[in-house]
């Protein structure tokens, strides 16, 4: 029970609970932008993790590059990675690409 408990915690309603997304409304090919947050460098390295994609980030002409920083990117100001938008708001394919990150960086069964 504990590990559902775990799991309801940082996934609640299935959304991830530590992220921020962005939207850069098409002005590069990286339109969407996501940044995890939460308390986990211990299992990084220190760094923060954060994923650039566009709207088709499995396509073979799509893009979906992962990235990390000793600081968060989008700190203290976010404008250069467009508007924070909600996780909901994501393409279907982006929201599974964090989905997948998300599970993997919090030990988090499927």
């Excluded at 760094?47 to 002409?61: L, R, T």
């Excluded at 467009?82 to 030990?107: H, N, Q, S």
Aim: net charge neutral; proline share 5%; aromatic share 12%.
């Amino acid at each position: 029970m504990k590990k559902e408990e775990r799991k309801n915690g940082l996934l609640p309603n299935g959304i991830p609970k530590y992220i921020r997304c962005y939207d850069n409304r098409g002005e590069t090919y990286d339109r969407y932008t996501v940044v995890f947050t939460g308390n986990y460098r211990n299992k990084t390295g220190g760094v923060f993790w954060h994923v650039g994609m566009s709207e088709n980030p499995f396509h073979p002409q799509g893009f979906g590059m992962h990235g990390e920083s000793i600081n968060h990117i989008d700190r203290p100001t976010y404008g250069h990675l467009g508007k924070k938008i909600k996780f909901a708001d994501l393409p279907e394919d982006c929201r599974k690409l964090v989905l997948a990150d998300y599970i993997e960086l919090w030990d988090l069964t499927e």
